[in-house]
């Protein structure tokens, strides 16, 4: 396994209480980085800290409550981290949660709500964060969660999987706008991981005594995953953490699948 030292650098990661974000977060402490994770449910968020804290005794670890979509909150949070740890050299913009409608019943307040979290979960701690980011020598970088449905919607995911085609237009842009500052700007196009969702739908969908185990199996042969499974969090992580560091040092405006082979196209 290639291995990187990250010691002296800072990575953010929102949404880093749980799922994906947390797997990034281990991953990033691992390499030696002092952490800072984000999450608007104080509770998750301490559980995380202590876990991370048991894990990585040494840590510089800071969690911190926020949800991205409060300007102040983002703002403060990017202060916070600016007071303890003086820098940022990678974000991770990962917080959210995709929404289950098909246009029929995807009501006008349903569609702007899906905006808004879609986009400025993105833009709020970019905006927040890129200062930090313009000063950290020029090894700076932003990586975005993003969906397969950016690329090949579902029906039953109408306004996550236009949203979500947005945002990896924006991405282009952003990689566009902030080469010149050195910033490199990529995202993960995800299909099925394990996590905090699929868990709460699991607990909502699945038939009485139907065991986690099955439902996933069950689920991935319906969706023709033809790795024939759902992913695990610490796999989105490991494409996140390529993307974050100098180990991708020469890509940007890029994406990596991250589906299991759910794409269709070439
Ligand atoms: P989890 O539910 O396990 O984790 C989501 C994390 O985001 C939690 O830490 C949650 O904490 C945080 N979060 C959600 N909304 C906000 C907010 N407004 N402000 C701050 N933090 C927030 O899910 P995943 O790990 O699966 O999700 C990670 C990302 O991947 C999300 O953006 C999701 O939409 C995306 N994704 C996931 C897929 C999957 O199959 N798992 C598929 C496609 C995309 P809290 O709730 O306490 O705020």
């Not at 974000?21 to 994770?37: D, Q």
């Not at 911190?64 to 003086?86: E, S």
Request: with cysteine; charged share 20%; net charge neutral.
């Amino acid at each position: 396994m290639i291995q990187i030292d990250l010691t002296g650098q800072v990575a953010v990661v929102t949404g880093g209480s749980s799922g994906i974000g947390l797997a990034t977060a281990e991953l990033f402490l691992r390499a030696g980085a002092s952490v800072a994770i984000c999450g608007r449910d104080t509770e998750r968020l301490a559980q995380a800290e202590i876990a991370l804290n048991a894990q990585f005794p040494n840590a510089s670890l800071l969690a911190r409550r926020c949800d991205v979509l409060d300007a102040d909150d983002v703002g403060a949070f990017a202060q916070a981290v600016q007071a303890r740890f003086g820098r940022t050299d990678m974000l991770v913009n990962n917080a959210g949660q995709g929404r289950v409608s098909t246009f029929a019943d995807t009501t006008d307040d349903a569609w702007r709500e899906e905006l808004d979290l879609k986009y400025f979960s993105v833009i709020r701690p970019t905006r927040a964060f890129l200062p930090m980011l313009r000063d950290a020598a020029g090894n700076a970088s932003i990586v975005c969660v993003n969906s397969l449905l950016a690329q090949q919607p579902e029906p039953h995911m109408v306004a996550t999987s236009s949203a979500r085609a947005g945002v990896q237009n924006l991405i282009k842009s952003f990689a566009v706008e902030l080469a010149p500052q050195r910033i490199r700007v990529n995202s993960i196009l995800i299909g099925i991981v394990e996590s905090g969702q699929w868990r709460r739908r699991y607990a909502k969908e699945a038939q009485p005594g139907q065991s986690w185990e099955d439902w996933t199996a069950e689920l991935a042969r319906k969706k023709n995953i033809p790795l024939g499974r759902f992913g695990r969090p610490e796999e989105a992580a490991q494409a996140l953490f390529y993307l974050a560091t100098t180990l991708s040092s020469y890509t940007t405006g890029s994406h990596i699948d991250v589906s299991g082979g759910v794409a269709r196209h070439v």
